[in-house]
């Protein structure tokens, strides 16, 4: 571990670090078992993710309505014909769906479905997320927890409260507040219902009871951060409900209890209607109000991802400027070989090692293996080549010293920013 690394051995060397090390995925919408049937996973699950119905409906002639009427077999067979049998499945999405059954041991050139159905149904979930963690090289993945919706809540109130069910260790929460925060109109009264004296209007006592539901969501979960994520034309400051709950509740909870703010921001909301969960779109944000609050709430932690390629650059320079600030992931519509490899090296170069480097974003326990494959083949790419860079200088590097930056880049960096002391 600490003989120097030479030319030789170098990429070699950068390769098995990054493959084997145990990541922290900061972002998924991915489940521990005890949550049922809102963890989804196996041939169908895989074939018909969002992106891969988007993708399906360029080529297909029937209305949205004739496919959200099929079922989940029918519409991932109309998705396995069109984009992988009469298109070659080269996009990220089309090819993460092989790469998983490639390293799930399965025999891609059959192009058997019914084989690889067969296979998903033969697995035990439990045995399987222990399979899906070792294959993805997980250590833990963080989950997006949703206090408002129902299904979720019961499992946290009934399940979990009551201490009838652990969640499991390998899964950690993520309060997810886009309801409270971006349907202030509705959620207001949810809040009432469950027994919080708020009222539409944010006096003192709807704000001082907002901060209770925040505790009391933080008690439950114990959440690694509070997310949203935020339509593209978010602005601080600013004179709306959406600010007030920002400023008067999240970030005073946040500060109290040290349980960072994630914003991801950049979304078009429901660009079509017609594709629902894959019906959403990208757009450029005004960065100034990241610098807003990182600059006016310098005590609080950021965690920060942005959605639109013209983004990344003045986000990387802003956390230059704040300590603050710690940007994470090539986020959705950025999680391709491509802009990974741009927004990578970038950050690198202006970053350095303080900073996460990605999240897989999965919505199915089976896209950690490929999600987290192929990423972690760019990385080790960009590394090697900025290793080389440094020693080309002359500067005398250990493997000790890669696998510390490695452990850094690929989530280490989250649990250090919650020990800092801002
Ligand atoms: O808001 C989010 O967390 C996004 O990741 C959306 O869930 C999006 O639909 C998605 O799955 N992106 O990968
Ligand atoms: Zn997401």
Redesign the pocket.
Known sequence: MTQPITEENLQKTVEQVVQSMKVTDI?T?LYAPVFGDILLWGFDELVTY?YLKAETMRWVDISYDQYWQMSKVEQADLIWQTLFVENTPYSEACRGVLTTLQRLGLDVKSRDVQTYREYFESKKLEDYVRQVFDLAGLKCAVM?NDPFNPQERTVWLDKIKQAKAEVDPRFRAALRLDVLLCSWEQSWDLLRQWGFDVTHDLNERTIEEVQRFLREWIRIMDPVYMAV?LPFDFQLPEESARAQLIESCILPVSRETNVPFAL?VG?KRQLNPGLK?AG?GVGKMDISSIDYLCSQYPHNKFLVTLLARENQHELAVLARKFRNLLPFGC??FL?NPSLIEEITSMRLELLGNSVILQHS?A?VLDQLIYKWDHSRKIIAQILTRKYRDVMATGWVLTEAEIRRDVEKLMGGNLWSFLERKL
């Open positions: 972002h919408h969002h997006t994520s991801m979304v969960d959403d986020w959705w999680n974003d919505r």
